[in-house]
């Protein structure tokens, strides 16, 4: 099996810190060990123009016999001659993605300690991967590549060059080139989605592939149109194991809700509440309710739960009465963004020391969120599927027991108040319900007996006599007598 990545270089960016990135010396030829046969890393080229890193792929077939996974597709051989004839040592498969993570698992993982803002730097990239077998044909390959910002050549292969009129074969010649990723990006590309076209596994597919392919697909798997047949392939069409990815790809589409566009929303909303000067935008008036709630409560370490871009935390730290705020959200892609909003990377060590952002799932308990003076759920709860909400319950008010909570949603009876918005239509389309007042005071009532809080509610925006504000809070304060049973379990 071979693959090639090349890149060119600029002023001040030569192209050799391909080396930099790889944690390969351009000026070596070196060998790994695999667990199905050698990997050679070589540079055909290497100047400050253009760079090429190669990767040959030594398959052991015996050992693949021996193994019991060489036996071709879906692992039953057409005949036992399968085992031992076949296209594992030609063509790109699972082999090579398992070779490309070993031989290259700091630069999959964007780490780079010699060149870390090169790391982080979009390149000029070119890889081309001469045999790649492609079960859905060319279209496939490039429904699969040009999603990602690949321009996609997918040649098809002949079974016989002499022969033209016996057609082609399942195989294409395959060349990717982009200006806009890194290589990271690119790398994880192509773990993916090199098993996904050959449409086999060549060992055992187990639970952790799950956790790999979610690793791997972070930022870009959960909106890709052909996120099912990319996720059903790579898990070997296990029926489990693909619902339970599907499920947690679910969860980051709806953390990854477009923040601009709710602002937007919101803005409209608050705009035709008066004519004459424009209003406070809604999102604004929201976030002052949440802070001044906080305030209220006396917290000095607040946990901002479904931060999203991070208006909320950029917010909170202009105010010093809070010295800790942890920014919570499942995608990778929003707290990239937070973290470009707030500077963090040229943010003073004082300054820098109050903030964090981190990674973590709602629906899962976490315990790095407990202990906590205050939690912030705003305009989150909507975006989750009603059977999700218990555990997103549990997960903050049974588990995290933050002190105080601060929970916004949208009232859904303001709807009528603005005119774009077609009847019955919510707000924003991934938004899976919008609530009544009375729903939502009786949901929060439920959640504060259960856990033992109190709880109480305010108005967000204009407070329309007929149909209450664009946005309610609720704010929940612990009970006494739980917060001396914590302290109680606490010292013990």
Same mark, same amino acid.
């Given at each position: 099996?071979?693959?090639?990545?090349?890149?060119?270089?600029?002023?001040?960016?030569?192209?050799?810190?391909?080396?930099?990135?790889?944690?390969?010396?351009?000026?070596?030829?070196?060998?790994?060990?695999?667990?199905?046969?050698?990997?050679?890393?070589?540079?055909?080229?290497?100047?400050?123009?253009?760079?090429?890193?190669?990767?040959?792929?030594?398959?052991?077939?015996?050992?693949?016999?021996?193994?019991?996974?060489?036996?071709?597709?879906?692992?039953?051989?057409?005949?036992?001659?399968?085992?031992?004839?076949?296209?594992?040592?030609?063509?790109?498969?699972?082999?090579?993605?398992?070779?490309?993570?070993?031989?290259?698992?700091?630069?999959?993982?964007?780490?780079?300690?010699?060149?870390?803002?090169?790391?982080?730097?979009?390149?000029?990239?070119?890889?081309?991967?001469?045999?790649?077998?492609?079960?859905?044909?060319?279209?496939?390959?490039?429904?699969?590549?040009?999603?990602?910002?690949?321009?996609?050549?997918?040649?098809?292969?002949?079974?016989?060059?002499?022969?033209?009129?016996?057609?082609?074969?399942?195989?294409?010649?395959?060349?990717?080139?982009?200006?806009?990723?890194?290589?990271?990006?690119?790398?994880?590309?192509?773990?993916?989605?090199?098993?996904?076209?050959?449409?086999?596994?060549?060992?055992?597919?187990?639970?952790?592939?799950?956790?790999?392919?979610?690793?791997?697909?972070?930022?870009?798997?959960?909106?890709?149109?052909?996120?099912?047949?990319?996720?059903?392939?790579?898990?070997?069409?296990?029926?489990?194991?693909?619902?339970?990815?599907?499920?947690?790809?679910?969860?980051?589409?709806?953390?990854?809700?477009?923040?601009?566009?709710?602002?937007?929303?919101?803005?409209?909303?608050?705009?035709?509440?008066?004519? %004459?000067?424009?209003?406070?935008?809604?999102?604004?008036?929201?976030?002052?309710?949440?802070?001044?709630?906080?305030?209220?409560?006396?917290?000095?370490?607040?946990?901002?739960?479904?931060?999203?871009?991070?208006?909320?935390?950029?917010?909170?730290?202009?105010?010093?009465?809070?010295? %800790?705020?942890?920014?919570?959200?499942?995608?990778?892609?929003?707290?990239?963004?937070?973290?470009?909003?707030?500077?963090?990377?040229?943010?003073?060590?004082?300054?820098?020391?109050?903030?964090?952002?981190?990674?973590?799932?709602?629906?899962?308990?976490?315990?790095?969120?407990?202990?906590?003076?205050?939690?912030?759920?705003?305009?989150?709860?909507?975006?989750?599927?009603?059977?999700?909400?218990?555990?997103?319950?549990?997960?903050?008010?049974?588990?995290?027991?933050?002190?105080?909570?601060?929970?916004?949603?949208?009232?859904?009876?303001?709807?009528?108040?603005?005119?774009?918005?077609?009847?019955?239509?919510?707000?924003?389309?991934?938004?899976?319900?919008?609530?009544?007042?009375?729903?939502?005071?009786?949901?929060?009532?439920?959640?504060?007996?259960?856990?033992?809080?109190?709880? %109480?509610?305010?108005?967000?925006?204009?407070?329309?006599?007929?149909?209450?504000?664009?946005?309610?809070?609720?704010?929940?304060?612990?009970?006494?007598?739980?917060?001396?049973?914590?302290?109680?379990?606490?010292?013990?």
């Amino acid at each position: 099996m071979f693959l090639t990545i090349s890149t060119t270089g600029s002023a001040g960016n030569p192209a050799t810190d391909l080396g930099f990135l790889l944690h390969k010396h351009p000026g070596k030829a070196q060998r790994f060990s695999t667990s199905h046969g050698t990997a050679h890393v070589f540079y055909p080229e290497a100047d400050e123009r253009r760079c090429t890193v190669a990767l040959l792929l030594e398959i052991d077939t015996l050992a693949l016999v021996r193994r019991g996974k060489g036996k071709g597709r879906g692992g039953a051989p057409d005949a036992a001659l399968a085992q031992y004839v076949n296209d594992r040592p030609y063509a790109a498969s699972s082999l090579l993605a398992v070779a490309l993570s070993g031989v290259f698992s700091s630069a999959l993982r964007g780490v780079c300690t010699a060149r870390p803002e090169r790391a982080a730097t979009a390149l000029p990239l070119r890889i081309e991967v001469p045999a790649l077998p492609a079960r859905g044909g060319p279209e496939l390959v490039r429904g699969l590549f040009e999603p990602l910002g690949w321009r996609v050549t997918a040649d098809p292969v002949p079974l016989d060059a002499e022969f033209p009129q016996w057609g082609d074969s399942r195989y294409v010649h395959l060349v990717l080139e982009a200006e806009t990723l890194t290589l990271a990006e690119a790398l994880r590309h192509l773990y993916v989605l090199l098993p996904v076209l050959d449409d086999a596994k060549h060992y055992w597919v187990s639970a952790d592939e799950v956790d790999k392919l979610l690793r791997a697909g972070e930022g870009w798997l959960a909106g890709h149109p052909e996120q099912k047949l990319i996720t059903s392939r790579y898990l070997s069409r296990r029926w489990s194991l693909t619902r339970q990815a599907m499920e947690r790809l679910e969860l980051v589409r709806l953390a990854e809700a477009d923040d601009s566009e709710v602002e937007e929303i919101d803005n409209a909303v608050g705009a035709e509440t008066e004519e %004459e000067e424009r209003p406070t935008p809604l999102a604004v008036l929201r976030r002052e309710a949440i802070l001044a709630a906080l305030r209220d409560s006396g917290a000095a370490r607040v946990l901002d739960l479904g931060c999203g871009q991070g208006q909320l935390v950029q917010e909170l730290l202009k105010d010093v009465r809070f010295t %800790e705020i942890v920014g919570v959200d499942v995608s990778v892609r929003a707290l990239t963004i937070a973290s470009r909003r707030l500077k963090l990377d040229r943010m003073g060590e004082r300054q820098a020391s109050r903030v964090r952002l981190v990674q973590g799932s709602l629906a899962y308990t976490d315990n790095r969120l407990k202990g906590y003076d205050a939690a912030v759920l705003s305009e989150v709860i909507e975006h989750l599927d009603l059977p999700r909400l218990p555990a997103l319950e549990y997960a903050v008010f049974g588990h995290a027991r933050p002190r105080t909570v601060v929970v916004t949603t949208p009232n859904v009876e303001y709807n009528v108040r603005w005119e774009t918005l077609p009847a019955g239509h919510v707000r924003h389309g991934d938004h899976r319900f919008e609530w009544t007042r009375e729903e939502f005071r009786t949901w929060a009532r439920t959640v504060a007996e259960r856990h033992g809080y109190s709880v %109480e509610f305010a108005p967000v925006g204009p407070d329309d006599p007929e149909v209450g504000p664009p946005t309610q809070m609720a704010t929940f304060a612990m009970n006494t007598a739980a917060t001396e049973t914590g302290k109680e379990v606490k010292a013990a």
